[in-house]
């Protein structure tokens, strides 16, 4: 079965400071497409970043950046420099070409002041 | 570029009733996709349109739900006689041309009573 796992329900971090979501997959498929997700509370989801399979370096946008791990089927978060804003659920994703995602569970993220 | 809308953002009815949500996706994007997502958990694909064609459905389609997209623009959603188990927020998004980057909706959260 195709699934992404998302082990940390919740995690919380200080403003100023860095903070890593997990996200591990299942896929025998060799190229597809990982993404990130932000659903802040009530409003619509927003794509934070993306990373293709066949590409070896690590996705990075400002503030977040990625650590893929492919033989390991990890796609980690990192998000530095925390934000009051960066405050949401986030969710991890994967598509295999078949433009159909499936997503994680979810972490919702908690920033504090 | 006003982005996904989705109209009612709220729907609540009474079991057995029919709903019927629209969408209307980012101009010229040429990809469509509903998705649900209830509470505590990530999205889950439902069914997407490439222009005015349904290309696939999941499973979670049930015969009671129909979705049509006719003239490749704005699409709609309905339920028919309703259960409790609908009750979910039903998500919109879309994407142009072979991109994998989906751009999503404010969502409909249905509530049967």
């Known amino acids: 079965a195709q699934t992404v796992t998302q082990s940390q329900p919740e995690m919380s971090v200080q403003e100023a400071e860095t903070v890593t979501l997990s996200c591990t997959y299942d896929?025998?498929?060799?190229?597809?497409?990982l993404f990130w997700y932000k659903q802040p509370p009530s409003r619509q989801m927003i794509l934070v970043i993306r990373q293709e399979a066949y590409k070896q370096q690590n996705a990075t946008e400002n503030r977040f950046s990625v650590n893929f791990q492919k033989a390991a089927k990890s796609f980690s978060l990192k998000i530095s420099d925390s934000q009051l804003g960066d405050a949401a659920m986030y969710f991890c994703a994967y598509d295999l070409g078949t433009y159909k995602y499936i997503f994680g569970t979810g972490t919702r993220l908690k920033v504090l002041a | 570029d006003t982005g996904v809308s989705q109209d009612p953002r709220h729907k609540i009815t009474k079991r057995g009733q029919n709903v019927t949500f629209r969408c209307d996706p980012i101009s010229e994007h040429n990809r469509l996709y509903w998705y649900r997502q209830t509470l505590g958990q990530g999205p889950e694909f439902l069914t997407y349109?490439?222009?005015?064609?349904?290309?696939?459905k999941s499973r979670l389609l049930s015969d009671r739900f129909s979705a049509e997209r006719p003239k490749g623009s704005f699409s709609t959603l309905e339920i028919q006689r309703t259960e409790q188990g609908d009750s979910a927020m039903y998500l919109c998004?879309?994407?142009?041309?072979?991109?994998?980057?989906?751009?999503f909706g404010p969502g409909t959260r249905l509530t049967v009573t």
């Open positions: 998004a879309s994407s142009q041309g072979t991109s994998y980057e989906q751009y």
């Open positions: 349109f490439q222009n005015e064609a349904q290309l696939e």
């Open positions: 896929t025998s498929e060799s190229d597809y497409y």
